[in-house]
Nanobody, 113 residues
């Protein structure tokens, strides 16, 4: 089993920055890709960024150049710069482990204009 706990969300003005963290515990995810998703009110959950076990990142087009995903031992990070009101959402850490997708509880990011 895997437990994922996000932190670092909050309220920020447009143009500001936040860094999200996700602590993983339970089974090791060192050989698994890890992801950040987000869900805005009234919208479907969408993929923000993925990082492979080897550290290679991939981003959704709208996040390229503004967001940076990284990982450490049992940790996942998302550095978010130049935040805009459209980035307001609950951000989730996730990983697919042995055929089951695990999710954290989410952390709220609110960007004011």
């Amino acid at each position: 089993q895997v437990q994922l706990v996000e932190s670092g969300g909050g309220l920020v003005q447009a143009g500001g920055s936040l860094k999200l963290s996700c602590a993983a515990s339970g089974s090791s995810l060192r050989f698994n890709a890890m992801d950040w998703y987000r869900q805005a009110p009234g919208k479907q959950r969408e993929l923000v960024a993925t990082i492979t076990s080897g550290g290679s990142p991939n981003y959704a087009d709208s996040m390229k150049g503004r967001f940076t995903i990284s990982r450490g031992q049992n940790m996942l990070y998302l550095q978010m710069n130049n935040l805009q009101p459209g980035d307001t959402a609950v951000y989730y850490c996730s990983s697919l482990y042995r055929g089951f997708r695990y999710w954290g509880q989410g952390t709220q990011v609110t960007v004011s204009s």
